[in-house]
């Protein structure tokens, strides 16, 4: 009898060492946040076949990396001259969320969007209001390929794009 309770001590002992040390693996484990946002593959039906990477092999992921001449401010302010609003864009209040790349040539293609309302959940609008965001995004002429650590890249970058009734909100 005096052997089989220790034999359950034991046990006992040793689960709850096991049920510890798995608390502490996990307490000293951090997330993960990944600086790379993937590559987004030609689509045909999406993409300019003119728009090339210099070295497909070599993208840069890192969104800080692709600059606008003149910075967000002369984006926004090019951005808001070139939309073209109309009456049915006002009942649109949300973000576009638009990723792109730039190559070597500062040339810009890949583009691909989420449109989400005011509480981040992905929602559509006028497809006239779609097709004029993406194309005066598209029409933005000023990106700047990244440099990294003294390197030429070709790159990913997003914008967000804030409506409030149809009309763009500067950032």
Same mark, same amino acid.
């Given at each position: ?10 046990? !006992?002992?040793? $689960? ?7 608390? &502490? ?7 993960? %946040? ?15 076949? #003119? ?24 984006? &926004?302010?090019? !951005? ?14 949300? %973000?576009?969320? /638009?990723?792109?790349?730039? #190559?070597?040539?500062? &040339? ?36 700047? %390929? ?14 967000? $794009?804030? !409506?409030? #009734?149809?009309? /763009?909100?500067?950032?």
């Amino acid at each position: 009898m005096k052997a089989n309770k220790t034999y359950i001590y034991i046990a !006992l002992l040793l $689960v709850f060492l096991s049920c510890n040390s798995k608390k &502490e693996t996990e307490v000293t484990q951090k997330p993960e %946040y990944l600086d790379d946002i993937g590559d987004t593959t030609f689509n045909p039906a999406l993409d300019n076949a #003119n728009f090339k990477f210099c070295d497909s092999t070599n993208v840069l992921h890192k969104r800080a990396s692709v600059a606008y001449t003149g910075g967000i401010t002369a984006m &926004e302010k090019e !951005l808001i001259k070139k939309y073209k609003k109309q009456p049915a864009f006002e009942s649109f209040t949300g %973000y576009f969320f /638009i990723r792109f790349a730039v #190559n070597c040539n500062n &040339e810009s293609g890949r583009f691909r969007w989420e449109i989400v309302d005011e509480e981040f959940k992905e929602t559509s609008c006028p497809k006239a209001l779609e097709e004029e965001i993406i194309s005066t995004v598209k029409s933005l002429q000023q990106w700047n %390929y990244p440099i990294y650590r003294g390197k030429s890249y070709d790159g990913y970058t997003f914008i967000i $794009v804030k !409506l409030k #009734n149809g009309n /763009i909100l500067r950032s």
